[in-house]
């Protein structure tokens, strides 16, 4: 139905057509990050047969549903376990990881740190939507509102340090409105030879759900064009999300 | 003898020198006209946007961040009850691609049509 046989989209070789349109809401992030991806892919004549992608559970993990390319939908918290043991059975492989916070600041941290800490060469695409979606839109260990619905009064994690301390050869944030530097990241971190981080903040149209007040992603979207700074080089220490007056994105560690 | 040598040689240099200006120039002015870059300052291509009307949701981002407004929002609905974006006027597009980039449906996309009838316009 959704085909197009006489000018295809440059990326629908890569897609699974009758799969599109997807489950995302209107103007999800995900999808912009995606299409970024295999844009990206497509510049580094990459082998797609050296290539695997995995995702865990939620809104990320349908993104393997969406890709003609190896792949893997693991379990709940399982997916840089997989990317990690994948790569080290198949060093030949390019690994690529798409997490969200329950798939590794909630349930298993420590394989994302172990897989720092050994170097394995994975690479960790986490798209931040602030929020569980699924259960009913509770605040996360990233959430930056400091009084929310339940009342959570803790700050917010900051994931580009934790990648830091791990001993990650790349570090970037970017939202999915800053796309050319977002691929430009991408590029750099699909040919690092070790572990490397790319956090993409993501507008999720389900902020606002619960007061009933469901807005537009684009509103979202307009928040990060007026309430972000780019500041290359920037120490990670400083990169907390802290009651939303500013995010500072950019290129934070790059160890070639 | 020894000035009208010097002379020569002056000459001699000269002549060097504006052959030489004339192969630099002749090169430059060739690679000028190879480069694309600079054909684009001349004139922008102009192109054609594909929408498959079906796979949008009607989120906007291609309407609100395209720098030269070509695109609007349609008043009709596709077959999930979407609003979908329609050109309004193509020859403003300046096939930077942002559409393209920034739509997560994979919907919206533009091509080149008219890229040689505006290098044509150069030779
Ligand atoms: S709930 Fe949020 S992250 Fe999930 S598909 Fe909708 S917009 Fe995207
Ligand atoms: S290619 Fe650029 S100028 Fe043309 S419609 Fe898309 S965003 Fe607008
Ligand atoms: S960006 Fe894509 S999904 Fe959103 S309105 Fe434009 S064509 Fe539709």
Redesign the pocket.
Known sequence: MTKNLENPHPIDSLLCENAIPSVWCPGCGIGIVVNAFLETLGKIDADLDKICVVSGIGCTGKITNYLKLNCHNSSDGNAVKYATELKLKNPELNVIVFLNDTDFIVSKAEDFINAGKNKVAIRVIYINNFIYIITNHKALPVTPFIRTIDENTELPFNIPHLAKSCGAQYVARWTPLHIRRLKYSMLDALQKPGFSVVEVISPCLMYFATDGKIGKTIDRMKFFQDNTVIKHNEPTENLDIRNQDEIIIGNFVDIS | MCGHQSKNSKKLNLTYRKLEFKIVSFILYKEWKEMKFFDNNLKVPS?E?HIVKERCKGCGF?VT???????EMSKEFNAKGYHFPI?KNID?????????M?CPEFA?W?TTTKEKEANKVLK
């Open positions: 192109g946007i291609c961040y395209c720098p030269t407004n070509v695109l050109v403003n597009c300046i096939l930077c691609g942002l559409c393209e920034l919206i533009p």
